[in-house]
């Protein structure tokens, strides 16, 4: 008797089609659709930021892959148990690292007081190895960031949850974050917003950097207090902050952080999710689930 096909379905909010077919390419051994209620049982899904009413309907999924790397909007949704996988790197490491390495260079380079200069004033050229480079967070974007700093000779350093050895000096764990702290002069969030990291960065985080630092959020808005940061800010022991995601999204247009000279702001735009190599990565997993294989990437019962 021939196989049933595998059913794999595609919910994300916007765009989907594009998704669909470059899915249904890259597995033409399955069958793709763009979910819509009603919908057949299926197998395996693409999604993103579904609606409750795709897991209320789809009882037969054996995994769904997040088209993103983070899962703190929806994870609530997921079913306990259902296997959720999020995307890895697929080229968003390399976005990353131009958006961190551009915020650094301003800064260390002094382009963010040239700007503010009406004369031709030289000011005196800073040393990288005053440089260091905290990443909060060196998973799989971190371990991206961190190459091309390295390369330039800034040091850097990460801090995880546990400890263990890697290619750059890790701290782990709360005891270790003020030490961590205090030897960063560039700060860079690259943690998953969870139960644990949701306000870490508060008054008392900021103090701990050496004055005059600086950071950046390419991570999740709710990581920090906000407040406490435009007041670290105020204050100077922040010097500047480059902020690619906020609380809320869409920063509204009256919010203080828009105007706040110390603060530059983008559109939750640092890495975007690069479609075809996620889409090669999904169907490599499906392919490999299919195979009994184990994978990566799955994001543990907590969030992480
Ligand atoms: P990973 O899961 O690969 O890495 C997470 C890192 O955070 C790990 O080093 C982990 O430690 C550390 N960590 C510290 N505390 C916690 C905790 N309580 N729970 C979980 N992890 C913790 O994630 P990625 O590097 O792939 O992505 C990081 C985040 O970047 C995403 O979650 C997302 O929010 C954000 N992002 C933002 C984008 C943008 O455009 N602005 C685009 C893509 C992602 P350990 O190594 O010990 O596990």
């Known amino acids: 008797m021939k196989r049933k096909p595998l059913q794999v379905s595609v919910c994300l909010p916007s765009g989907a089609e594009p998704w ?4 249904q390419a ?26 409750a009413a795709f897991f209320a309907e789809q009882g037969a999924l054996r995994a769904v892959f997040s088209a ?28 990353m690292a131009e958006y961190v390495l551009h915020a650094l260079l301003h800064w260390y380079r002094g382009f963010d007081r040239y700007d503010a200069q009406t004369c031709w004033q030289m000011l005196p050229p800073e040393a990288r190895e005053d440089w260091s ?18 390369a330039l000779g800034f040091p850097v350093q990460g801090w995880v949850r546990s400890p263990r050895q890697a290619d750059i000096p ?3 764990g709360l005891a270790e974050l003020p030490g961590f702290l205090a030897r960063t002069r560039l700060l860079v969030a690259l943690l998953p917003l969870t139960p644990e990291t949701r306000g870490l960065l508060d008054a008392q985080r900021f103090a701990q950097l050496p004055r005059g630092a600086c950071f950046v959020n390419v991570a999740r808005g709710d990581l920090v207090v906000q407040a406490d940061l ?4 105020d204050s100077g022991q922040l010097h500047a902050a480059r902020l690619d995601v906020c609380s809320p999204e869409p920063l509204p247009p009256e919010h203080p952080l828009w105007r706040h000279p ?40 907590q969030g992480y």
């Open 20 to 23: 669909a077919e470059a899915l």
């Open 26 to 51: 890259a597995l033409p051994e399955a069958r793709v659709t763009l979910w819509q209620p009603g919908d057949a049982p299926a197998d395996y899904a693409l999604i993103w930021h579904p609606p």
């Open 68 to 95: 993103g790397a983070g899962v703190d909007a929806f994870i609530d949704r997921v079913p306990p148990g259902l296997p959720l996988y999020r995307t890895e790197d697929a080229g968003m490491g390399a976005l």
């Open 133 to 150: 480079v905290g990443l909060l967070g060196y998973g799989v974007l971190g371990r991206a960031v961190a190459q091309p700093l390295k």
């Open 170 to 172: 890790l701290a782990a």
């Open 230 to 233: 435009m007041a670290a800010l």
């Open 262 to 301: 110390g603060v530059r702001l983008s559109p939750h735009v640092a890495a975007h999710t690069p479609r075809a190599a996620a889409v090669a990565q999904v169907a490599g997993k499906i392919r490999a689930l299919v195979r009994g294989e184990a994978v990566s990437g799955r994001v543990g019962p």
